[in-house]
């Protein structure tokens, strides 16, 4: 075989995190974000107390007024770590994906690593995200074309509850970054798709949140799950969808 045949998806794969229009990208949006949530989280550090007491009030706060509550983050990232991203990014070419779903896109920055993964494997796949807030929408679609992966995202404008009743398919890989109150009934959507062997990575998923924990925990559901030994305090789950 010849070596080097630009169709072969072997010389297609690299890893566009380290240099390049998606790296070019990330950079920016991880310096924007900083900008934008740094008085954010300096607020919240300055107000002292557990981040269990933040989860409980952002958790009650959802429950009276969920778009009230995102709404109020409109101008913020409230974006996965470089760490988080990176994981994200792995396990999307560890596990060969070619459908992703995201509930909670934000600015884009989870969705541009999970797209980069699907780019690098040079076998098209789609990713679909879902945002509640239009602007975040916009400025996502923005920030994913910039990376050159704008073939490779369909974003989903609405409330995932309604937006992701109909998916095209089989699922590979879940990643779980919206409302913290609603993990359950998105996972209950997607869960007739996906295949075995999906993965599912959670940030934010805490107990009081809801079942969900529980559900995954449980290996009568058919899935196996353990957290994920970095960055605990912001609930990151990793779960594999194990069959039934
Ligand atoms: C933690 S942020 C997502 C960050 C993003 N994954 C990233 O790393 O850049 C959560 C996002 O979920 C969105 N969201 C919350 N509830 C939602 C819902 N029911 N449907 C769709 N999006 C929702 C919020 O507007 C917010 O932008």
């Known amino acids: 075989m010849n070596a080097m045949n630009s169709n072969s998806p072997r010389l297609v794969a690299m890893n566009s995190l380290e240099q390049g229009p998606v790296a070019d990208t990330l950079r920016r949006l991880f310096q924007e974000a900083e900008a934008a949530d740094g008085k954010l989280m300096e607020e919240h550090s300055a107000r002292g107390g557990a981040p269990e007491d933040y989860v409980g009030e952002l958790v009650e706060s959802e429950k009276k007024d969920l778009r009230g509550t995102y709404r109020a983050f409109a101008d913020h990232f409230l974006n996965v770590s470089p760490e988080f991203g990176r994981m994200l990014y792995l396990c999307a070419r560890a596990r060969n994906a070619q459908r992703i779903v995201e509930f909670g896109t934000s600015m884009g920055i989870s969705a541009i690593h999970l797209a980069a993964a699907l780019q690098d494997m040079g076998r098209g796949g789609t990713l679909?995200?879902?945002?509640?807030?239009?602007?975040?929408?916009?400025?996502?679609?923005?920030?994913?074309?910039?990376?050159?992966?704008g073939e490779r995202v369909e974003i989903r404008e609405g409330d995932a509850?309604?937006?992701?009743?109909?998916?095209?398919?089989?699922?590979?890989?879940?990643?779980?970054?919206?409302?913290f109150t609603l993990y359950m009934p998105i996972l209950k959507l997607i869960e007739p798709h996906l295949k075995i062997g999906a993965m599912i990575l959670a940030e934010n998923a805490y107990e009081q949140a809801g079942d969900y924990l529980a559900y995954v925990r449980d290996p009568s559901s058919g899935y196996g799950s353990l957290p994920l030994p970095f960055e605990q305090w912001r609930g990151n789950e990793f779960t594999v969808y194990l069959g039934r």
């Open 128 to 149: 679909i995200g879902t945002e509640l807030e239009p602007g975040k929408v916009q400025r996502a679609r923005a920030n994913i074309e910039a990376a050159g992966l």
């Open 161 to 179: 509850r309604d937006t992701l009743t109909q998916l095209p398919g089989e699922v590979d890989m879940v990643h779980l970054d919206g409302a």
